[in-house]
């Protein structure tokens, strides 16, 4: 009787080995499968990693250059705030991308004002008085003037001068 309730215990032994083997073994092969991806599309396997951080740092030092700068006059404008006038005084300097785009630039001057005192002159006293309308504001007039300027021209638009009165 004794050797019966070995021989009855042993493969209830060797059965939850055998469940564990056929769990486990295919789990660790997803996840060394789900790892090797992870690390391919993270480029950790590529060889070339040498070269494209040399371009990458060559191109960040491009970016980090400050182009030729053109610098506008101030613009005072009235904005409405509840049921009064406001005045908005802008500053605004643009980033060209090189002398030859400064000279286009300089040459589309008059529709480039006309378009900051429109776009400037149409804003609330609630759109910039906080961070976000600012930042708005200046992607707004950066899209306008690269439209009329030409989409390669400008880089940036930097406000020099921004007091609500």
């Known amino acids: 009787m004794a050797k019966e309730k070995e021989v009855q215990e042993k493969p209830a032994k060797s059965g939850s080995k055998n469940k564990i083997f056929l769990i486990g073994v295919p789990l660790l092969i997803v996840l060394i499968f789900a790892g090797a991806a992870g690390a391919y599309f993270l480029g950790v396997f590529s060889a070339g990693d040498s070269g ?3 371009a990458a740092v060559e191109n960040q030092e491009e970016d980090d250059r400050l182009g030729p700068l053109l610098e506008m006059d101030d613009f005072v404008v009235n904005i409405m705030h509840k049921d009064t006038a406001r005045f908005l005084k802008v500053g605004v ?3 060209a991308e090189d002398e030859e785009s400064k000279a ?6 008059p529709q480039i004002t006309d378009a900051v005192l429109l776009l ?6 609630d759109d910039i008085k906080d961070l976000q309308g600012k930042m708005q504001l200046k992607a707004d007039l950066l899209a306008r003037i690269k ?3 030409g989409r390669g ?4 638009l930097y406000f020099t001068d921004f007091v609500v009165q």
């Open 52 to 54: 494209t951080a040399e």
């Open 93 to 95: 300097t643009l980033e």
């Open 104 to 109: 286009a630039i300089e040459g589309r001057m």
């Open 120 to 125: 400037v002159g149409n804003r609330r006293f």
């Open 147 to 149: 439209e009329l300027s």
């Open 153 to 156: 021209e400008v880089r940036n």
